[in-house]
Nanobody, 124 residues
Framework: QVRLVESGGGLVQAGGSLRLSCAAS????????MGWFRQAPGKEREFVAAITWSGSSTSYADSVKGRFTISRDNAKNTVYLQMNSLRPEDTAVYYC?????????????????WGKGTLVTVSS
């Protein structure tokens, strides 16, 4: 069992930055690929970014490439999402997820564990 707890959400103006954190607990937490998804009001949950258990490989949605950076610190069992140049369309609840690989974690159905989410609101 892996428990995921997100933090770092909040209200920011367009063009600003936020860093989300996801603290993972559980004996095998550091062996999973980790990812971030988001869900805007009235929309389906969508993939944002993912990272391998070693941190050597990452994957990003086209909509965030060049603006968001995912990283992890296995010593702290924590995954981060650095979000820069935020836009109003980035407004959503952001969820941390764990899965078997970066390749498969781009799909909601392949996430084995989920956090409860943290709200990010970007004002124009």
């Amino acid at each position: 069992q892996v428990r995921l707890v997100e933090s770092g959400g909040g209200l920011v103006q367009a063009g600003g930055s936020l860093r989300l954190s996801c603290a993972a607990s559980g004996r095998t937490a550091s062996s999973y690929a980790m990812g971030w998804f988001r869900q805007a009001p009235g929309k389906e949950r969508e993939f944002v970014a993912a990272i391998t258990w070693s941190g050597s490989s990452t994957s990003y949605a086209d909509s965030v490439k060049g603006r968001f950076t995912i990283s992890r610190d296995n010593a702290k069992n924590t995954v981060y999402l650095q979000m820069n140049s935020l836009r109003p369309e980035d407004t959503a609840v952001y969820y941390c997820a764990a899965g078997l690989s970066v390749r498969t974690l781009t799909s909601v159905e392949n996430a084995a564990y989920w956090g409860k989410g943290t709200l990010v609101t970007v004002s124009s």
